[in-house]
């Protein structure tokens, strides 16, 4: 499976944005996917993740509230919408995959795409 993000940009504080990741190679609805962030100068974080359906989602504690994570499977693509965003929101965005019909909430994946970066400015 191949996967590329997308979507990032600049953004003022309270802005949105959404992310787009893209997959291929594989059929994509058997697969959970996930996003993650790093900051510079930071670990990677988990961020959110949707099952292989789009049944169940799991967001961090972090972004509840003001991110979603949705999936077109007929698109081969997930999404992460972002509302309100925040400074410390800052960080390169990666999408990530796991052929697994559970939910995966940790950096248990195999496939992993480049990041897009997002910068939330004050």
């Given at each position: 499976?191949?996967?590329?993000?997308?979507?990032?940009?600049?953004?003022?504080?309270?802005?949105?944005?959404?992310?787009s990741?893209?997959?291929?190679?594989?059929?994509?609805?058997?697969?959970?996917?996930g996003w993650?962030?790093?900051?510079?100068?930071?670990?990677?974080?988990?961020?959110?993740?949707?099952?292989?359906?789009?049944d169940?989602?799991?967001?961090?504690?972090?972004?509840?509230?003001?991110?979603?994570?949705?999936?077109?499977?007929?698109?081969?693509?997930?999404?992460?919408?972002?509302?309100?965003?925040?400074p410390?929101?800052?960080?390169?965005?990666?999408?990530?995959?796991?052929?697994?019909?559970?939910?995966?909430?940790?950096?248990?994946?195999?496939?992993?795409?480049?990041?897009?970066?997002?910068?939330?400015?004050?």
């Open positions: 499976v191949q996967l590329q993000a997308f979507g990032g940009g600049l953004m003022q504080a309270g802005g949105s944005l959404r992310l990741c893209a997959t291929s190679g594989r059929t994509f609805s058997n697969y959970a996917a993650f962030r790093q900051a510079p100068g930071k670990e990677r974080e988990f961020v959110a993740a949707i099952s292989w359906s789009g169940i989602t799991y967001c961090a504690d972090s972004v509840k509230g003001r991110f979603t994570i949705s999936r077109d499977n007929a698109k081969n693509t997930v999404y992460l919408q972002m509302n309100s965003l925040k410390e929101d800052t960080a390169l965005y990666s999408c990530a995959a796991r052929r697994t019909r559970m939910i995966v909430t940790t950096s248990n994946y195999d496939y992993w795409g480049q990041g897009t970066l997002v910068t939330v400015s004050s």
